[in-house]
C-alpha cells in the first residue's frame, strides 16, 4: 500500500495519540505523562539498535511504585488499543474508497468476485446455481481469548464512529471541535474505568456480548452485505428479483457449550435461547412499526385498498410474533421463519403487483434479509458436551452394563436401545442432566439449535450412544449429530469410524443425505505441531470426501478455527482457497473464537468486509477446477507432515524439563489473573500439558513473544527435503498448491511476530540457568526456520510482500516491548512472593492484556 494511503491512518494514531497523552498528564499529573514518553522513546532507540535502551527502560520502571506501574502499563495497553481500532477505521476507509471509484472494485469484494468467476470461465448458469447453494455458516465461541471488557470495547467502537464521521464529509471547524471533543469524553471514560475483569465473565454474560454483537452490528451488516452482494450481481451476472440467496448466516456456542464447563446447565442454554429470541423479535416488533407508517397512501380506492392489504399482512406478522413470545416459554409455539418470509415475500409480490415496487424496496426489503439471516432468534445455539460425559451417562441407565463393554457388543446394546428405549433409572445428577440437556431439542423450536457436537469423538459408538440418549430422553426429532474429530489418534481413525456407522442402516436413515464433521485444529498441533497437523487434516477431508460419495453422503465440515495459526487461524480467503476440492456440499461452518470476533465483525463496515471474504473465498473453491496434484507434492508433503511432527515431539515431549522451561518462561499459569473466559483452563484438574487446553497453551508462548507452537519442527522437516535436493520442489509447491502456499505465508506471519530478544530478556530473568541452553536451542531453530522460509519463497526478507502488516508489527513493537519488560519483572517479583499484592496482581494482568492487544492472534 502506498505511504499516501497510509496518510489517513497515521493522522488517526497522532490524533488519538494526543489525546490519550492530554488525558494521562491531566489525570495522572506530569510525571507519569513524562514517564510514559521517556519509556516510549527508549523503546524506540532499542529498536533502531541501541545497545543501552533496554537498561534505561528497566531504570525508568524501577523507579515507580506498583501504582505508578499499572498507570504505565495501562497507558501503554491503551496506546496498542487505539492503534488496532485506527487500522479497523482504515480498512473501512479503503473499502469506502474503493466502492467510490468503481471502475476497480477491491479484492474479494462481490463485484470483484463474480466478475473474476466470469473471466475465468465459469458460466452464468454455474455462479447463479452456487450462490443460490452455498451456506457458510460463522460460529461464534467464548473461548477465552479476548482480554478487552465488554464496556470497553463499546466505547472503541464508539470512537470508531467518530473517526469515520471525521472521514464521511468534510466537516466544518465547529463540526470536527465536536467530533474531537466527543473522542476525548470518550478516552477519558476509557482511562477512569477499569481494564482488568474483578470476576470471571458467567455463560449468560458471554451470551449476551455475542446476543449485543448480533443487535448492534450484524443486524446492521446483513441488509448491507445483502445489497452489495445483489447490486453486483446484477451488474455482472444478471436479474435477482426472483433469487433468494442466503450465503451467510450466523450460529454460537454462547451458552450451548458444556464441554469441561459445569456451569452451562440446560436451564442456562434455555435462557440464553429464550433472551436472543426475544431480542429478535423485538426487533421485528420495531420493523413492523416503521412499516406501518411507510405504507400511507391516499385516500382514494385505490389508496384505501393498498393500505388496508398493507395493514392485513402487518395486523398477521404482529399478532403471530406476539403469540410465539407468549408460547416459547411455555414450549407452545407454531411460527416459523419459513411462515414469516412467506408472509413477508406476500406483501412484497402484493407491492409489486400494484405498481409500487419502489415501496418494497428499502425497509421491507432489509426485513426480508434478517429474517431470512437471523430467523426467530438471531444466533442458532450448538449444543456440545464430551464423548466420556455421554459414556458415563450410557453406562448408568444400561445398570452398569455398558462402560466395559469391547465396541462391538457397545454397537449391538445401543442399537438395541435405540430401537426399544429401556425403562428408566436413578441416575446421577451429571447424566440427569445430559438428558435435561437432549430435551431441549423438543421443548424449543428445532430451528433454534445447531447440530449436537460430541467432543473427543473416537468411535462409532460414540455416535451412536447419542443417538441411544436423544431416545432415552424421549426426543424423536432428527438431530444432527457431529462428531469433532481433534486429537491425533481420532483424525487418524475418523474414516474408519464413519465408515462403520454409514453400514450400519439405522444410522444411514438418521444421517440422510447430508454428515456434519467437525475437524479440531488445536489438539492435534499440540500433540504434533502445526504443519503436521495442517496436512493430517487435509488428508482427512479428501478421503473423509471421497468416503461420503461412495456412501452417497455429502459431507458437511465444520472447521474448529482458533484466532492464532496454531489453532488453525489466518486470513479467511486463503484457508478457504487451501480447501481439498472438490467440495460435494456446498456448505461449511467455521468458528469464529475470542479476540478474532472483534477484529472480524466489531463494526458494521468490518463484519460487512468480513462476510465479502467468506463468500468470495468459498465460491472461488466450489466453483474452480480441481488441480492436479503432482505425486511429488505429496510425496513431500507426507515427508515433511512425518519429520515436523518428529522434530516437535522430540522437543515438546521428548525434553524431560520442557514443560517447568515453559511455566518459567511465560505467564501461563498466570493467565487466570485476567479472568477473561467462563471455562476452566483445564479438561481434568491435574494432569500436564495433555489435560491444559489449547488455548492457554497458544496463549502463554504469545506473551513471551516466542510463539513457538506454530512454527516449532518446520525447520528441521523443510531442512532434510533441501538436502535431499527438493529445494525447487518446495518452490514449486509454494508458487503452485495453494494449500501449501497458505501454510507457509501463515508460519511467515508467525514468525515475523516473534521476537528473539524478548523471548532472551525472559529467559535470563525468569528461567534458572540449568534450563536457560532450552532457550537457546529454541531460538536457534526459529532463525533456522526464518532462513528456510526465505529460501522456499525465494524472498530477500520476512513479509517481503506485506508492507501494511510489516508497518503494523513496526509500530506496535516498542510498545510492546516495553509492557514485555514490564511483566518479566512483575513476573519474577510475582513468584517470589507467597501473597502477592493487589496491585501487584493487578498490574501484571493488565501486561497480559496489553501484550494481548499488540499481539493480535493471542489464542
Request: net charge positive; proline share 4%.
Amino acid at each position: 500500500m502506498p505511504e499516501d494511503t497510509l496518510q489517513p491512518l497515521s493522522n488517526n494514531i497522532r490524533l488519538l495519540g494526543g489525546i490519550l497523552g492530554e488525558t494521562i498528564a491531566h489525570f495522572e499529573g506530569k510525571r507519569i505523562f513524562n514517564k510514559v514518553e521517556k519509556l516510549r522513546r527508549h523503546a524506540q532507540k532499542a529498536r533502531l539498535g541501541s545497545a543501552t535502551a533496554h537498561k534505561d527502560i528497566e531504570r525508568e520502571l524501577q523507579t515507580l511504585s506498583h501504582n505508578e506501574k499499572y498507570k504505565v502499563a495501562k497507558a501503554f495497553t491503551e496506546f496498542l488499543r487505539l492503534a488496532n481500532l485506527c487500522e479497523q477505521v482504515h480498512r473501512i476507509r479503503r473499502r469506502k474508497e474503493y466502492q467510490r471509484t468503481g471502475s476497480n472494485p477491491q479484492r474479494a469484494s462481490p463485484l470483484d468476485t463474480f466478475s473474476r468467476l466470469l473471466k475465468a470461465g465459469i458460466s452464468r448458469k454455474a455462479v447463479t446455481k452456487a450462490l443460490l447453494e452455498v451456506q457458510i455458516e460463522l460460529v461464534l465461541t467464548a473461548h477465552p481469548t479476548e482480554a478487552m471488557m465488554p464496556q470497553a470495547i463499546r466505547a472503541y467502537r464508539d470512537l470508531s464512529m467518530c473517526l469515520l464521521k471525521l472521514d464521511s464529509a468534510e466537516p466544518t471547524v465547529f463540526e470536527r471541535e465536536l467530533i474531537v471533543r466527543d473522542m476525548r469524553a470518550i478516552v477519558i471514560q476509557l482511562w477512569l474505568s477499569g481494564v482488568v475483569r474483578d470476576k470471571k465473565p458467567t455463560p449468560v454474560d458471554e451470551a449476551r456480548y455475542g446476543l449485543e454483537l448480533a443487535e448492534r452490528i450484524l443486524w446492521r451488516a446483513v441488509p448491507d452485505f445483502h445489497y452489495l452482494m445483489s447490486a453486483a450481481y446484477k451488474e455482472v451476472v444478471g436479474d435477482m428479483s426472483e433469487l433468494y440467496p442466503r450465503p451467510i448466516r450466523f450460529a454460537s456456542w454462547m451458552g450451548g457449550d458444556r464441554d469441561g464447563h459445569p456451569g452451562v446447565t440446560a436451564h442456562v442454554t434455555k435462557r440464553v435461547l429464550h433472551e436472543t429470541s426475544h431480542a429478535a423479535t423485538a426487533r421485528y416488533l420495531e420493523a413492523i412499526k416503521l412499516l406501518r407508517h411507510l405504507f400511507v397512501f391516499d385516500r382514494d380506492t385505490r389508496g384505501i385498498r393498498l393500505q388496508k392489504t398493507c395493514q392485513k399482512y402487518l395486523d398477521t406478522m404482529e399478532r403471530k410474533l406476539k403469540e410465539f413470545r407468549r408460547g416459547l416459554p411455555k414450549g407452545k409455539t407454531s411460527f416459523t421463519r419459513v411462515e414469516f418470509l412467506a408472509l413477508l415475500y406476500d406483501l412484497q409480490k402484493f407491492l409489486q403487483d400494484n405498481g409500487v415496487e419502489d415501496i418494497s424496496r428499502g425497509p421491507l426489503q432489509e426485513f426480508i434479509w434478517r429474517v431470512r439471516v437471523f430467523g426467530l432468534c438471531f444466533l442458532k445455539l450448538d449444543i456440545r458436551q464430551s464423548a466420556d460425559v455421554h459414556e458415563t451417562a450410557i453406562d448408568e441407565i444400561l445398570g452398569g452394563k455398558y462402560a466395559g463393554l469391547p465396541e462391538q457388543r457397545r454397537i449391538h446394546m445401543l442399537l438395541k436401545g435405540i430401537r426399544k428405549p429401556p425403562r428408566r433409572r436413578r441416575l446421577s445428577r451429571q447424566s440427569e442432566e445430559v438428558l435435561k440437556t437432549l430435551r431441549l431439542y423438543k421443548d424449543v423450536p428445532l430451528e433454534f439449535l445447531g447440530p449436537y457436537i460430541i467432543s473427543m469423538a473416537a468411535k462409532a459408538s460414540d455416535m451412536l450412544g447419542v443417538l441411544f440418549l436423544f431416545r432415552a430422553a424421549g426426543v424423536d426429532a432428527r438431530v444432527r449429530i457431529c462428531p469433532l474429530f481433534e486429537t491425533p489418534e481420532s483424525l487418524a481413525s475418523a474414516c474408519k469410524v464413519m465408515d462403520q456407522l454409514y453400514r450400519i442402516p439405522l444410522y444411514h436413515r438418521h444421517a440422510g443425505a447430508q454428515q456434519h464433521i467437525m475437524v479440531g485444529y488445536s489438539d492435534s498441533a499440540k500433540r504434533g505441531g502445526y504443519l503436521n497437523s495442517a496436512w493430517e487434516i487435509y488428508g482427512l477431508q479428501k478421503d473423509l470426501l471421497a468416503l461420503g460419495k461412495k456412501h452417497r453422503v455429502h459431507t458437511v465440515f465444520f472447521h474448529g478455527r482458533g484466532g492464532s495459526v496454531a489453532r488453525g487461524g489466518g486470513p479467511i480467503e486463503t484457508a478457504l482457497l487451501a480447501l481439498p476440492r472438490p467440495l460435494q456440499a456446498r456448505t461449511i461452518r467455521v468458528t469464529e473464537q475470542g479476540e478474532a470476533i472483534d477484529s472480524k465483525f466489531g463494526l458494521p463496515d468490518v463484519a460487512e468486509r468480513t462476510m465479502e471474504l467468506y463468500l468470495s473465498g468459498f465460491m472461488e473453491a466450489v466453483l474452480s477446477r480441481p488441480q492436479k496434484q503432482p505425486a511429488a507434492w505429496t510425496s513431500a508433503m507426507e515427508r515433511l507432515a512425518y519429520r515436523s511432527k518428529s522434530a516437535f515431539r522430540a522437543v515438546v515431549y521428548g525434553e524431560a524439563d520442557f514443560m517447568k522451561h515453559y511455566l518459567q518462561l511465560t505467564p501461563t499459569a498466570e493467565l487466570g489473573l485476567l479472568k477473561i473466559g467462563s471455562r476452566p483452563g483445564r479438561r481434568k484438574k491435574d494432569g500436564g500439558l495433555e489435560s491444559m487446553r489449547a488455548i492457554p497453551w497458544v496463549f502463554g508462548w504469545t506473551q513471551s513473544r516466542t510463539l513457538l507452537p506454530a512454527w516449532l519442527g518446520i525447520a528441521e522437516a523443510m531442512d532434510s527435503e533441501i538436502k535431499a535436493g527438493n529445494l525447487k520442489t518446495l518452490q514449486d509447491m509454494y508458487r503452485r498448491w495453494p494449500f501449501f502456499r497458505s501454510v507457509i505465508d501463515l508460519v511467515e506471519m508467525v514468525v515475523a511476530k516473534a521476537d528473539e530478544q524478548v523471548t532472551e530478556y525472559y529467559s535470563a530473568l525468569l528461567v534458572e540457568p540449568s534450563l536457560q541452553w532450552l532457550t537457546k536451542d529454541y531460538l536457534d531453530r526459529l532463525a533456522r526456520t526464518k532462513k528456510i522460509l526465505l529460501k522456499v519463497m525465494k524472498r530477500k526478507k520476512i513479509l517481503e510482500t506485506s508492507p501494511v502488516l510489516s508497518r503494523s508489527i513496526r509500530i506496535r513493537s516498542p510498545y510492546v516491548d516495553v509492557l514485555n519488560i514490564l511483566q518479566a519483572h512483575l513476573l519474577k517479583e510475582y513468584r517470589s512472593l507467597s501473597r502477592p499484592s493487589a496491585d501487584l496482581r493487578k498490574t501484571l494482568a493488565l501486561t497480559i492484556g496489553g501484550i494481548s492487544a499488540g499481539m493480535r492472534n493471542t489464542g
